[in-house]
């Protein structure tokens, strides 16, 4: 049975959410606090969603210096798939996993609702199983959400397909309705929205499935 | 500055008679901190002394409530081994002063009250009051509550799931915030806020002890308090006695807190709110009739040279206190460095001691130093309990009967239907838009909808297929005309709340917000408020289980209307499916389930409703409270709706209870949900309209002979069939579904953004 590591840090809140989301896909979940440096044991990392040591400075600021954070670069280095789902997210940009980052929502509010994505790229751990085009209701949950980088940033990860998942209805503000991408390796990947909220059409929808189901498989549709 | 000559114990809050009662009791003198002491846990916050003689009254049995009223939290027995507790408070002053900081420490320490009985906090409502928004002052207030309640609870990790918005001129000073919290737990882990074994460990856990909130819960913060023992400069004494949240702390806190229970570490525990650590030490010492040796000294401070009078009565946030035996005190200190939540040992429990009459009492010393000198010495449950009980006069406005002939419900009508219910939509998607209302994965109807309906499941739970639904609900016009028939309708609302999600209600609980207790007509008003909530709670089934009294809402001599909030709890048995929503399909039967008519005076009240007091009519009649005609209704709809949630098949599309703004707003509520109109059929009054009173739901069925065959003697009005992009009622009401939805969803942005 697969294994994932899903970190806490002081201020993480979705951690229990984070879990069921592959636990409800038949794989186990694990909590690492962020003071452990060895992730050896597990097939997969997720960081969730919550307040990293209370988001103080800016979101994902400080926990890049938790030491979990190290064996988190080394994981990704070594090839194994790595999920940041909002605050995971942040802090995966914070730590240079990722290219750009998250500011403030354009209407300065914190925004809790549903959001139509649209998937842009399959080539990438947590969309392998969608197809391109596909129409998934997930829901938003953020502060600072509105991804933002720099023009050859943009410009290199739309031509490398690293932009993986886009807002239909841009809620935030975000370059280029951006939701999702992954890095070059196409084994990290982060987006704001929360597809382990999306797993049930008893909670309102089950579109996140492909997602969550695309990570634990970890099939990396690479070039 | 107040005269330098005023008595210590009147600057603290206490009269001149309870000084008395003071001597009396320690048969002695009181020194300058113990005065202190009785001044914050005999304030009313603390002591419910206006009251308390009459929340006696108020039925709080049944065979499924496992804590009632007096703890933390109430509890009841929700089924496959698994309790919830829910507990409502208020934390209306401090959020009219400085509205971030007031509505988020409002969240925090009602969650504290929760996961000190071991519970998971799982779902946080929020009933808001505040004046109209026509006034910049206003805008301010709900800008700040609100993100106030959206920072804390977010960031906690507690998702927020309802609440009520109301605006009305009486809050305009006195804006209200309470805040509602219900948690879950296995049965078994069940503790209480209990002090027992002598020689074992009192141990603060969580924030650092600083100035913040000193006298929040008296009026400590004054003069005559500089100089008696070094204690504060009048500085000092002047800052701000609004508390600070730190969420984060909470969260660690909450973690902890839950794995030290999960472990059996803790003996009692009890969180610290209103009046700090004397409250919180003194309260676990009485219920368990024992002492306890505080040590002002061990105890890790803000800021230094505080006095033990300001450590003692600190309300800093994030605290909590763990009685702990001895030989688990390292397994503690390792646990809580784990989580990163600051333990330090500070009292012990004591024997108490036994009197010359033979009775034993359980002390409560303050001392410097573990076995050092003591600076303070009285009995525990003196503090707790034994606060002086006042049957403060009661006296029925002489101006009511005038008022209620007053009454809209005879006027002819007068301007445009059409306009009108324009006015009375507003959707409060701004405010929860602004909330996680999903954390945890338990979310099946979240904030805007009847109530809220959530899976009975969270972490370390045993699994279920049960659901909880919670609403909260008030009608502060209702109870201005007629508070004992006001209240008894807003509970027979909330159930009927709770029945658009398919839930039985099984508990109350209730936050009394009034004006000054010292104004005979507000005694009067909480008096009948809970003589109506005992009627309707004995003929509806209902135990009450907690509350909390929030007094002196009043400003410039001007109380507030009565405004006792209920918060309902209700369990769906099987929660597989979603319940209708007030979605209606294109081609499906509306209809109107319920009497049409108000039992009473009027056929169909205006008094109390939103249509009126749009109208600037605050006066007149309203409904009777009749459980015989309401109960029938309110359980066949339950039946309808438990079905689809059982995800039995079901012909009910949609359902939505008829509440403020009346028929109208319901049908205008329902067609906006799915951009759907309809053609009413039946000839409806412009009163019917607007008129307000419990016991009615708009239910849309795709097979109204099978509808009608199941509701046996409820009675049903067919009032037409879904379809088109207008709703259309007779000759009054004739608006595009657009219109609607455009009013409706842009209403309180628009406000919030007006100029002035």
Known sequence: ?223 | MNSPVEPLHRALGLTDSELGDIRGVLARDPNALELALYGVMWSEHCSYKSSRIHLKRLPTKAEHVLVGPGENAGVIDAGDGIAVAIRIESHNHPSAIEPYQGAATGVGGILRDVFTMGARPLVVMDPLFFGELDDARQRWLVEGVVSGISGYGNSVGVPTVGGELTFDTCYASNPLVNVLCAGALPVERLVLGVASGVGNLAVLLGSTTGRDGIGGVSVLASAGFAGDDGAASLDDAKRPSVQVGDPYEEKRLIEACLELLDRGLVVGIQDLGGAGIVCATSETAARGGVGMDVDVSAIPLREPGMAPYEIMTSESQERMLAIITPENWSAVEALCAKWEVRASVIGRVVAPVVLEDGRSVGMLRVRDGFDGEVLAEVPASSLADEAPLYDRPRRRPEDLDDIRDDDPSLDEPVGSPNDDLLDLLIDPAWVYRQYDSQLFLNTVVGPGRDAALLRLAGPGLPASQRGFAISTDSNPRWCALDPRVGIALTIAESVANLACVGASAKAVVNCLNFGNPEHPEVMWQLSETVDGMSEACDALGLPVIGGNVSLYNESGGNDIDPTPVVGLLGIVDQLVAPPPGWAWRDGDTVVLVGEREAPGERTFPLGGSRWATLRGRRGGRISDFDPSRIVPVIDFVVGEVASVCAARASDVSAVHDVGGGGLAVALSEMAASTALGVLIEPSITHAELFSEFPGRFVMATSDFEAFEARAGSVRLTRLGTVGGGRLVIGALIDLSVEQIVTRRSGALEAALNALG
């Open chain 1, 1 to 223: 049975m697969k294994r994932f590591g899903v970190v806490i840090f002081p201020g993480s809140n979705c951690e229990y959410d984070a879990a069921l989301g592959v636990t409800q896909l038949g794989a186990e979940a694990e909590f690492v606090w962020h003071s452990d440096t060895d992730l050896s044991r597990f097939d997969g990392i997720i960081l969730p969603g919550g307040f990293a040591h209370g988001d103080y400075l800016r979101p994902g600021a400080l926990a890049r210096f938790s030491p979990v954070m190290k064996a988190v670069a080394h994981f990704a280095l070594e090839g194994g798939p790595v999920l940041g789902i909002c605050n995971g997210f942040q802090v995966l940009t914070e730590a240079g996993l990722l290219a750009g980052a998250l500011q403030k929502n354009r209407g300065l509010t914190f925004l809790s609702h549903d959001t139509t994505l649209i998937v842009a790229s399959t080539r990438s751990v947590l969309t392998s199983e969608a197809t391109i085009g596909q129409e998934l209701v997930v829901p938003i949950n953020h502060f600072s959400g509105a991804y933002t980088c720099d023009d050859a940033t943009y410009e290199s990860l739309v031509a490398n397909e690293q932009v993986i998942l886009r807002y239909r209805d841009n809620p935030n503000g975000s370059r280029g309705d951006v939701a999702g991408i992954c890095n070059e390796t196409r084994n990290v990947v982060g987006l704001m929205p929360h597809p382990e909220r999306a797993m049930s059409t008893l909670l309102g929808s089950a579109d996140g499935l492909v997602l969550m189901s695309s990570f634990v498989s970890a099939g990396i549709a690479v070039g």
